[in-house]
Nanobody
Framework: QVQLVESGGGLVQAGGSLRLSCVAS????????MGWYRQAPGKQRELVAS???????NYADSVKGRFTISRDNAKNMVYLQMNSMKPEDAAVYYC???????????????WGKGTLVTVSS
């Protein structure tokens, strides 16, 4: 089994910054794509940013130029640096990863439990 644990959420003022971290642990041979999603109250979960094992990134239009996703493959970690934050960035942020275990020829998708980000105006 694999666990994803997020950290770094909290309260920030509009215009401020936060850095989220997520670590994957368990039976892991390798991790393909990793990403961050968010879900605000009453809204659907949406992709914020993703990154492949080779470092190719993808961002939601709403966060381009403000958020940066990165990863440390040796540590099985992914990060989300959030700058110039806006009230509409407030949500529960979830870590997601496609993990390749041992003995399987395909990756399994996992989710973390989420970390709450609140942005005051």
């Amino acid at each position: 089994q694999v666990q994803l644990v997020e950290s770094g959420g909290g309260l920030v003022q509009a215009g401020g910054s936060l850095r989220l971290s997520c670590v994957a642990s368990g039976t892991i041979r390798s991790i393909n794509a990793m990403g961050w999603y968010r879900q605000a109250p009453g809204k659907q979960r949406e992709l914020v940013a993703s990154i492949t094992s080779g470092g190719r990134t993808n961002y939601a239009d709403s966060v381009k130029g403000r958020f940066t996703i990165s990863r440390d493959n040796a540590k099985n970690m992914v990060y989300l640096q959030m700058n110039s934050m806006k009230p509409e960035d407030a949500a529960v942020y979830y870590c997601n990863a496609d993990v390749l275990g041992y003995g399987l020829g395909y990756a399994t998708n996992y989710w973390g439990k989420g970390t709450l980000v609140t942005v005051s105006s």
